[in-house]
């Protein structure tokens, strides 16, 4: 069955350090996004990719960068990760060129920066 | 600005029902979705809207009204396992996805 994965689930990282969370699709779909999750907060748009080689920003893309090299990847970097990076990050996926469409999101990492 | 909002917590007794609504002020609108997520996992898929009215799905349904910017899920015969957040999101006129901060729904015995 295709699915979307996420590793690690969970981390615990260091004020400055870089981190990057891996999120993989076997979906074959053109399109990715991450999100993060906070309380009191909906999810929030860190950066999208419509396709490899295309990479765009979000509402909330300070700090964070992506690449897309295939199209079941699109690994998320923290560039010197900061106490107000501490959340939940969502990976999803969706299908179409055009329009409104589905988003099948991957099961979260949990990352802590102390 | 974009906005959305919907109801912070709500509680239910099992086997009720229970609406659940959603207000948005967005730059366009091209469809709005309900997805449910339970605690410590990912949202999952509930429904779509673009044209106004009600969807049943099953246990599930979710109504729109355009005009008024409004959306609700109406849940029956609620179960336990029904027991989540619900998330409302709406498509914006460049197709990005607005998310509502979601409703944690209790459902009681």
């Known amino acids: 069955d295709a699915e979307i994965t996420q590793s690690p689930r969970h981390k615990i990282t260091e004020t400055g350090r870089q981190v990057t969370l891996a999120c993989h699709q076997t979906w074959n779909h053109n399109n990715m996004f991450w999100y993060r999750q906070d309380l009191g907060h909906g999810l929030r748009l860190i950066h999208y990719s419509y396709g490899v080689q295309d990479t765009n920003k979000g509402e909330v893309s300070d700090g964070y960068s992506v690449s897309r090299s295939n199209t079941e990847d699109l690994p998320l970097t923290l560039e010197s990760a900061a106490s107000s990076q501490t959340s939940v990050y969502f990976c999803a996926s969706s299908e179409k060129l055009e329009g409104p469409d589905t988003q099948y999101f991957g099961p979260g990492t949990r990352l802590t920066v102390l | 600005g974009q906005n959305i909002d919907q109801p912070t917590e709500m509680t239910a007794t099992e086997g009720a029902i229970v609406q659940i609504n959603c207000t948005y002020q967005?730059?366009?609108?091209?469809?709005l979705f309900w997805y449910q997520q339970h605690a410590g996992e990912a949202p999952t898929f509930l429904s779509y809207?673009?044209l106004d009215g009600l969807e049943e799905k099953g246990r599930f349904s979710s109504f729109l009204s355009r005009s008024k910017g409004y959306s609700y899920l109406l849940l029956k015969e609620l179960q336990m396992k029904d027991s989540a957040s619900y998330l409302c999101?709406?498509?914006?006129?460049?197709?990005?996805?607005?998310w509502g901060a979601g409703t944690k729904l209790i459902i009681k015995p």
């Open positions: 967005t730059s366009g609108f091209n469809g």
């Open positions: 999101a709406v498509t914006d006129s460049n197709y990005q996805l607005i």
């Open positions: 809207n673009v």
